[in-house]
């Protein structure tokens, strides 16, 4: 990847972005002084060129890419700061059209196989809009020591968006399920690499569609889903690994065993049945699905590396989050785990949303300080402060996120 191209790309879709507002722009001329347009252009972003240069680019073919960790303050995650995730051929959306996209329910336990317009979706059925958590199953990765195979994700593969759509649990009621489903089938419109087949097709246990507040959605932050994240259609299901939330989304099959689409064997996001020691191997046969994301926080304020005057008082702030479960408390040391600080915690603003955390802090003299946050969920689960349990695809890394201050 040529750093400077990005950059220089993006400087002129900067430019273009203002060029393709409205030809007139309502009220313009009230826009408080120093306040910039909104840049849209996440909206139709395809491609590793198109990205702001703060974006770390993992891969161009597929697509992945995130960005830096304080970028993530917002509890309501922009797409432009959102995480970019694709395991195959990116879709040519620019020749997608959403009038006639439709959503196919079907597999071994439905009982009416049904095909949706999205019209069809927006007019049947009551809609819902949600801060669902997507988080990669292998966000923070690069912190696993020793190192394992998969893109090196610092700690922001997350985001919490505003989803708007209609439950999958409506829709699958709507077409009739049997009593002998197990699991759910997601499909979408990228295909593998080779350019034969899907590139990946996940799944949840059938309870949780049912159950959970998963969506077919239409809309990410109340606009149409931008294209890297989904659109048009997206399955959405917070707190369970991002790979279940299907982007471009086509259907949803009803299956009467565990899926098996693509990516659903071992050891594609899948850990070990057991604790095993760094570095081991595991017999395929002994690993288990990762159905459930684990309790975690970030530190999103200050960004690390700041610098403050000795007296100063220093607000730490981030987020928190336990898959399907709630977090109940986070605490925060600044004295490598001696000593821990409770911090002011909301609550969500639905299940499997991101909860907001801040805390004061006094750092008593000058010199080098590491904040860290431990959260503890509602099972009275908490992080690890050293590296959890090694596992070989590196997924689920929860140790306690560090940043560095310095008091001067």
Known sequence: MDLNRRVFIKGAVATSVLSALPVKWVFADKLPAGVSALDISALTWTKAEDLPSYFKVLNTNPLNAYPPEHKLAPAVTPADVSFIRWNGIVPDFKTLDAKTWTFNVDGE??????????????HR??????QLLIECGGNSRAGFFPSTKGNQWNNSAVFCSEWTGVLVSDVLKDCGVKADAVYTGHHGADVHLSGKGEAISRGVPIKAALEELGLIAWSMNGE???????????????????????????GISVRNKVHDGHKMEAPAYQVPKYP????????????????????????TQPQSGTELAQGQKLTVAGHAWAGVREVVKVEVSYDYGTRWFVAELQKPKNATAWQQWSIELQLPTQGYYEIWAKATDSEGDSQPVVQPQWNPKGYMFNGCHRIAVRVV
């Open 109 to 122: 336990s439905v009982i009416t196989p049904k095909i949706y317009t999205i019209d069809e979706l927006k």
């Open 125 to 130: 059925f009551k809609h819902y809009t949600l």
């Open 224 to 250: 149409d889903i931008p294209y890297l994240h989904g659109y048009p259609l997206r399955i959405v299901f917070g707190g369970r690994p991002g790979s279940v939330s299907q982007k471009a989304a086509t």
């Open 276 to 299: 095993i020691a760094p570095g081991e191997t595991v017999d395929e046969n002994d690993y288990r699905i990762i159905e459930e994301m684990i309790v975690k926080s970030l530190i």
